[in-house]
């Protein structure tokens, strides 16, 4: 990713070899600040108050932040506390869940010194990972845009919405969402993005509008509601979107709005695909809409907007009436049968319980799926 020309990625090893650096997305773009975590404790908060976000990049971080208290305290009591304040900063992103497992599963069978040296090697390796798998969702979805424009005419640009922030922002690098549509847009395939503004938080206009335009991809931000109309208009030609769970059976939990835009992409036959890393995919559920843990959140996300004025300070200004109830679901459930494709590292595949199987057989909460079962 860049950020003013400079390649870098969105978490990183500082050059003391053991604290953590993440950019501060809460107060992207208006500044490009980096914040440093040196504790299980700063990495949490870092989650939880959303200074670093996006499935993907949660794992990462929550990862170190296990690899940070064992630099502390090696021992059982201290792997289980770190592991239980960890998980419980963020409900919905699976990923979560998934690198904390992945990391203590390597340390548990360690001596308590040698723990801390195994995971940073676990977290350092999480995060190549998701590099590859991000690669490899971008080829692995390029034919589906290229598809596209080789319909179209004069050299007319490919039409892409997205919701919220699937980018390298809330990845390691490169992005699930963003993954084809940068590599398409680096070999020469005329794109064009309709940015969701994403309310409450607006991680579209404020993340994917920053993340879009430093690396020069043409794209417009559009209100929340825009969407359906766009496409009435034959003016998009796919959806892809990223994902914070995907159950065994193919239902694709993602940021609030996104199933608004699946009803609307399915009435105008709109092509509607879901950038799906592996780490995202949660066996033990089937029944996204009852299953998925879904994330309340604070009532201050919608009764403000923050920005900056005209003066050029950023600000927080206050949008609902006092003493209005608020309500904060960050997230909402698409059902499979609204998805044509779940874009993964393995290949585009059907969001259903057999090809998911067949992509995943190897899948680490098919096991866990296995155990609950029995
Ligand atoms: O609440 P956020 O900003 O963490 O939500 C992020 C999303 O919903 C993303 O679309 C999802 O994490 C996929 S990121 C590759």
């Not at 998934?98 to 676990?122: C, F, G, I, K």
């Not at 609902?320 to 459930?333: I, R, W």
């Not at 059902?335 to 899948?363: K, M, N, Y």
Request: some cysteine; charged content about 20%.
């Amino acid at each position: 990713m860049r950020i003013g020309g400079i390649e870098t990625r969105s978490i990183w090893l500082e050059p003391d070899g053991w604290s953590v650096g993440i950019f501060d997305q809460t107060v992207l773009p208006w500044r490009v600040e980096r914040v440093t975590l040196r504790s299980a404790t700063d990495a949490t908060h870092a989650i939880a108050s959303m200074q670093t976000r996006g499935a993907p990049l949660i794992g990462a971080v929550a990862a170190y932040g296990l690899a940070l208290a064992l630099r502390e305290d090696g021992s059982d009591a201290a792997l289980a506390s770190a592991y239980g304040t960890l998980l419980a900063a963020r409900p919905t992103a699976v990923n979560l869940k998934w690198a904390l497992d992945a990391v203590s599963a390597d340390v548990r069978p360690l001596p308590p010194a040698q723990r801390a040296d195994a995971a940073y090697r676990r977290a350092a390796a999480i995060c190549d990972e998701d590099v590859a798998i991000n690669q490899a969702i971008g080829r692995n979805a390029l034919p589906l845009i290229e598809a596209i424009a080789a319909r179209k005419r004069d050299g007319a640009p490919v039409n892409i919405l997205t919701h919220c922030n699937a980018g390298w922002l809330a990845t390691v690098d490169l992005g699930t969402a963003t993954a084809p549509i940068y590599l398409a847009h680096d070999r020469g395939i005329p794109v064009h993005v309709f940015v969701d503004e994403t309310r409450p938080r607006n991680q579209g206009a404020l993340l994917t509008a920053f993340e879009l335009g430093q690396h020069g991809v043409p794209h417009t931000v559009i209100a929340d509601n825009a969407g359906g109309h766009l496409m009435q208009h034959g003016q998009v030609d796919m959806v892809i979107v990223g994902t914070d769970r995907t159950t065994g059976h193919g239902d694709v939990c993602n940021k609030i709005g996104t199933y608004l835009k699946a009803l609307a992409a399915k009435d105008n036959g709109v092509p509607f695909y879901v950038a799906l890393p592996s780490p995202t995919l949660d066996f033990s559920l089937s029944d996204g809409i009852a299953e998925i843990p879904i994330e309340q959140r604070s009532a201050a996300e919608v009764t403000t907007m923050t920005g900056r004025t005209t003066s050029g300070a950023v600000e927080s200004i206050t949008i609902v009436p006092d003493g209005s109830p608020v309500a904060n679901h960050a997230f909402d459930v698409t059902p499979a049968r609204l998805v044509t494709g779940l874009i993964t590292e393995r290949g585009v595949i059907a969001a259903s319980r057999e090809a998911l199987e067949r992509a995943f057989p190897d899948h680490p909460s098919r096991q866990q799926a296995r155990v609950a079962a029995e």
